[in-house]
């Protein structure tokens, strides 16, 4: 049984696998032709548009077959196990690609790359390349170590990578929203996560970038951006921490030349009121009331924010390294009620980690009763090898109990996600079309300010890209349904 995940864009099981086509690069072809697909979170989809638009400068062409391709890569997820195991099943189809045009290259790249490395390139013999999140710059080169017949890996992690100067290119894109990546890496340790390891050090992007970025994208005709990093909150940029730091005192916290998650939010809100904000993750440890604030003073900063609570009971947190209490989160939760109006919750549940009783499951019942998310993706708890759970405590729930609670919890949410939804009905929402909805050409489906989805019959005065208001007739448990007024 695979983990049970309400979908939404952070990792949207829909795009998982997904190959990535763009236009070849103006005046420059190598002849040779670029399969690039991607598996879990929106940051790894974003970083194939940053491998991408190296490639294109040296003038690959993308191809959505890979059949056809000279170059295959696959961009991996590390988080839960059956990730994993995908990515690997989907490999083997490659190597059997790789016997019918031996000079194919295959590649490993992201968040699988370092632990694997060795046995992909040489145990299993299953790829030519591997290459960590951090080295992407590295392509060019390591593919010609390729094509001289040497195996290539660069799996170095870096403190200072961020690729602000690539302006990663976006197809498969609607032409409305779009991902910005704000930072990259994670340094909080939470027992349970390999992203430490396989992402690095946390480190965040030049301001200046990301908001030249946000205005690049808008002046394109896109209409949303969603700010990403593993811990938005502790997004930090010192000017003159790097050679070209943010030069305008205006944009920075007065007093210190520090930019912090709020004035980058709010940097960004300003590039054009048109331009819808969204941001994940973010984590209540980091989360303050000055983001809150920022959230509700500027219209277009979207009333939605995923706090991942993982578990509501104090000494499973603790053992989980959250570095927060059932306390400290409930205390968020009443902060986000009490200065945004009207805000909706998502969280990241994990049932069954080590040593987790019935009644401690039940802590994270309750909390579910006291928030009433709006969406929660629920996970069973998989021992990640590397990780600090790994090392210090046994992976001692049985099956069959992780299954129990995450039905448990799933069922829980579902009623919840339809109660958020029933609260809708008979309300007018902002809507920012994105097109047709995935059932009909009739209808057409778009986000609201609190993220939900909505759906609504086209019709000739209003088109994607534009905002329209509409009135909410009825409701599932994942879709609101009504009508522009
Ligand atoms: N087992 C289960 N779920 C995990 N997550 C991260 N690591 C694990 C793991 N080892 C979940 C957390 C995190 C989300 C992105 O994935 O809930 O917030
Ligand atoms: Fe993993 Fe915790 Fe960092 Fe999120 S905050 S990426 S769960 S270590």
């Not at 991408?52 to 059949?67: C, K, M, N, R, V």
């Not at 989360?287 to 706090?307: A, G, P």
């Not at 708890?381 to 109990?401: C, N």
């Not at 329209?468 to 009508?483: D, F, M, P, Q």
Request: net charge negative; with cysteine; hydrophobic share 35%.
């Amino acid at each position: 049984m695979m983990d049970l995940v309400i979908p939404d864009k952070i990792h949207d099981e829909s795009r998982q696998g997904e190959a990535l086509v763009l236009e070849p690069a103006a005046g420059k072809n190598n002849g040779r032709k670029l399969y690039i697909e991607s598996y879990g979170c929106a940051m790894n989809f974003s970083d194939s548009e940053i491998v991408a638009s190296i490639l294109l400068e040296q003038g690959f062409e993308t191809t959505a077959d890979y059949s056809v391709a000279d170059v295959i890569f696959i961009n991996t997820c590390s988080i839960r196990e059956n990730a994993e195991q995908r990515v690997r099943n989907r490999l083997k189809e490659f190597t059997v690609a790789k016997v019918k045009k031996p000079g194919l290259v295959v590649g490993v790249l992201g968040c699988m790359a370092e632990r694997l490395k060795s046995k992909f390139l040489e145990e299993e013999k299953l790829v030519d390349v591997v290459v960590g999140p951090d080295a992407y710059r590295d392509l060019p080169n390591l593919i010609d170590q390729v094509d001289s017949g040497q195996k290539a890996v660069n799996v170095l992690l870096s403190r200072e990578e961020t690729y602000a100067d690539i302006s990663p290119v976006r197809l498969n894109s609607n032409g409305i929203n779009a991902f910005v990546s704000i930072m990259r890496g994670c340094d909080n340790m939470c027992s349970f996560c390999v992203v430490p390891f396989t992402r690095g050090r946390e480190r965040s992007r030049d301001p200046q970038s990301i908001v030249a970025e946000c205005t690049d994208l808008f002046n394109k005709g896109y209409r949303e951006v969603t700010l990403l990093g593993q811990n938005v909150d502790s997004y930090k940029w010192k000017a003159g921490s790097e050679s070209e730091g943010p030069s305008s005192e205006s944009e920075t916290n007065p007093g210190d030349n520090t930019t912090n998650f709020a004035n980058l939010l709010e940097l960004v809100a300003l590039v054009n009121p048109e331009l819808r904000v969204r941001f994940s993750t973010s984590h209540p440890k980091d989360i303050t009331d000055e983001v809150l604030h920022t959230i509700n003073k500027y219209e277009n900063i979207c009333n939605y924010i995923h706090l991942p609570v993982q578990s509501g009971n104090s000494r499973i947190l603790e053992m989980m390294n959250r570095t927060y209490d059932r306390d400290w989160y409930i205390n968020r939760i009443d902060a986000i009620r009490r200065i945004i109006t009207d805000c909706a919750i998502s969280t990241d549940v994990i049932t069954g980690f080590c040593t987790e009783t019935d009644e401690e499951h039940n802590d994270t019942v309750t909390m579910m009763d006291y928030v009433k998310y709006d969406f929660a993706y629920m996970f069973k708890y998989s021992e990640r090898p590397g990780t600090l759970a790994a090392k210090r405590y046994a992976d001692d729930i049985p099956e069959e109990i992780k299954q129990n609670r995450l039905q448990q919890i799933v069922a829980k949410q579902q009623e919840y996600s339809f109660y958020r939804m029933q609260a809708r009905i008979g309300k007018v929402e902002k809507v920012l079309i994105e097109g047709y909805s995935k059932k009909s050409d009739k209808d057409y489906c778009g986000r609201s300010d609190q993220n939900a989805m909505v759906i609504f019959p086209v019709g000739e005065n209003y088109k994607p890209g534009q905002y329209v208001n509409v009135l909410i007739e009825r409701s599932t448990s994942a879709t609101l349904i009504g009508k522009v007024v």
